[in-house]
């Protein structure tokens, strides 16, 4: 193993690469991973020196606290590869704000900035050939943190790891999806972390999900937890619905994450000319249009799938399946907020640009 040290991160190289072993045409979402991974330690009121060593397992007490309390908040983030063999990263700045403070939710200390940038940057540099290029191709970036302090006392941990993990990415959810409207179950509940990327968030779903499922749905449409009127999540997405040529989601609050996918498609939806309206939107009002042959299109957005189109969905027992269309707002904007990420779209708005980092010249540098 070489040992190299750049700035202040520790970094350790695996001494043989697995990549001839992976079949990059066959991936399923978030099975394989690269060669290295980042780590940081906190323990005694501070966060120790990082290092970036080979992919491997953890040893951790089986009484540390995220087993028993589920102390964990993680991100989800991509790298493309443009025709030029360069990488870049999709406004990276968004989730390091959305990390801390998904972790000041769970009371977990913030991580420092620099750690973060400079950390990505170094391993993005060692596992730059995991990354190809053409689209629908990526490297999905899953920053974490998990509460390691030994002790089954239900109180917050004195020692943290924040680890880095990338897998390469080809599309999320493979095949149609259709959701179920949640009608009895909730994903979050006002004055609690809903907003945040916690790791509970996405166990609560998988039993209802399951549940759906067994009806015949892919996802779960989340409504809000006091009356189940008022649409808020898809799954693992913010969600969009198309009513007419108006494009309607749900505003943010604290049972709702602040999509950074969610941001670029408003963005994005504006600049092409799309009526834009970010207001509370009822169950009963999407039901109305969609007997009204006015519900064109739903869809969800995330970092994992970008944009995924919702081609049908079923409440109380109903079911209502969606039109067909040529040019979807689903597919016009997906391909614009690819072309963005890609680099292959100029930004004529600079909506994108000074968001974009490229991690060749500098990590965290700002065109
Ligand atoms: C995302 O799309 O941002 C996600 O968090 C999906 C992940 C849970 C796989």
Request: hydrophobic fraction near 35%; aromatic fraction near 12%; include cysteine.
């Amino acid at each position: 193993m070489e040992k190299d040290t750049v700035v202040n991160i520790k970094i350790e190289k695996a001494a043989t690469s697995r990549i001839n072993e992976v079949d990059f045409s066959n991936l399923n979402f978030g099975s394989v991973f690269t060669d290295h991974m980042f780590i940081c330690d906190y323990k005694n009121g501070n966060w120790q020196e990082p290092t970036i060593v080979p992919y491997q397992k953890l040893s951790m007490d089986p009484s540390a606290k995220v087993f028993h309390y589920g102390q964990a908040v993680f991100e989800g983030m991509k790298a493309y590869k443009d025709e030029q063999d360069e990488v870049w990263l999709f406004r990276p700045d968004e989730n390091f704000h959305r990390i801390n403070k998904s972790s000041a939710r769970l009371a977990i200390p913030e991580f420092p900035e620099e750690y973060f940038f400079e950390g990505l940057k170094q391993l993005l540099k060692l596992d730059k050939q995991w990354i190809k290029k053409g689209f629908g191709n990526s490297l999905y970036i899953r920053p974490f943190v998990i509460a390691t302090e030994a002790g089954v006392s239900a109180s917050p941990s004195s020692e943290y790891k924040f680890i880095i993990i990338c897998s390469p990415a080809q599309a999320y959810y493979a095949g149609e999806v259709r959701v179920k409207i949640a009608d009895h179950y909730s994903r979050s509940a006002s004055g609690g972390f809903g907003f945040a990327k916690a790791a509970g968030n996405y166990a609560g779903q998988f039993y209802p999900t399951s549940l759906a499922n067994q009806e015949g749905f892919q996802q779960v449409i989340w409504t809000d937890s006091n009356t189940h009127e008022y649409l808020e999540e898809a799954g693992t997405m913010n969600v969009f619905f198309r009513i007419g040529d108006k494009l309607i989601t749900c505003p943010i609050s604290d049972r709702i994450l602040d999509g950074v996918t969610r941001k670029s498609v408003i963005q994005v939806a504006k600049d092409l000319g799309i009526e834009v309206e970010i207001r509370p939107i009822k169950v009963a009002e999407i039901i109305e249009a969609a007997k009204n042959n006015q519900l064109k299109e739903i869809f969800g957005s995330g970092t994992a799938a970008v944009i995924n189109p919702i081609l049908g969905f079923g409440y109380k027992g109903e079911k209502w399946e969606l039109p067909k269309l040529e040019n979807s707002y689903a597919a016009t904007i997906k391909n614009t907020i690819l072309g963005i990420q890609y680099n292959t779209i100029e930004d004529k708005y600079n909506a994108f640009k000074s968001d974009l980092t490229h991690c060749d010249s500098g990590g965290k540098s700002k065109p």
